[in-house]
């Protein structure tokens, strides 16, 4: 077993339970970035989803209202797509965080970064690095949180796969 298995395998598993591990490594981000038409990945490193959208449990919303992608600390955090940075800060359960606002109106979280790297105000573009993942506020191991909102406000979450995926950006 390689030493970036052993690190994701041995090192985030405490994430995953209840969860199936699968370990996915994407293909080069610059063919992928292509192929989704200004669209990104939200992390390029090998990662497993340790914790899948709606799953039930003791979170305000009564249901996880993002998708956890399992990866080691300091793994680099992208933008999706194009928007301003309208977060950059601690913010709760979600620790370090990122929230930009796309030009389609929807609101991205990252959480549970390690470092940000981008101010309030800034535009990004598709790929351009937020910061870095890690496990600041509630979180059980290593990892990004990655979700989608309608609207800023808690509560207003829509399936962050099925997001990505009607922009051509697939992550299983």
Same mark, same amino acid.
């Given at each position: 077993m390689t030493a970036l298995k052993e690190l994701t395998l041995l090192g985030t598993v405490p994430t995953a339970i209840a969860s199936a591990l699968v370990l996915t490594v994407p293909q080069g981000a610059t063919a992928a970035d292509r192929a989704a038409g200004g669209w990104a *990945?939200?992390?390029t490193a090998p990662y497993y989803i340790s914790s899948s959208y709606g799953v039930r449990g003791d979170w305000? &919303? @009564? /249901? /996880?209202? @993002?998708?956890?992608?399992?990866?080691?600390? +300091?793994? $680099?955090? $992208?933008?999706? @797509?194009? @928007?301003?940075?309208?977060? &950059?800060?601690?913010? !709760? &359960?979600? !620790?370090? &965080?990122?929230?930009? $606002?796309?030009?389609? !109106? =929807?609101?991205?979280?990252?959480g549970h970064l390690s470092k940000i790297s981008v101010k309030p105000g800034r535009s990004v573009g598709a790929g351009s690095r937020l910061g870095s993942s890690g496990a600041t506020g509630r979180a059980s191991g290593? =990892?990004? =949180?990655?979700?989608? *909102?309608?609207?800023? +406000?808690?509560?207003?979450?829509?399936n962050p796969l099925r997001y990505l995926s009607r922009r051509g950006v697939h992550m299983k």
């Open positions: *990945r939200p992390i305000a &919303a @009564g /249901h /996880h209202t @993002g998708v956890d992608f399992a990866v080691p600390t +300091g793994s $680099r955090v $992208r933008s999706v @797509g194009s @928007g301003t940075v309208v977060l &950059a800060r601690r913010s !709760g &359960a979600y !620790g370090k &965080a990122v929230t930009v $606002r796309m030009r389609d !109106g =929807h609101y991205i979280v990252y290593p =990892h990004l =949180h990655f979700e989608v *909102r309608n609207a800023r +406000g808690y509560g207003n979450d829509v």
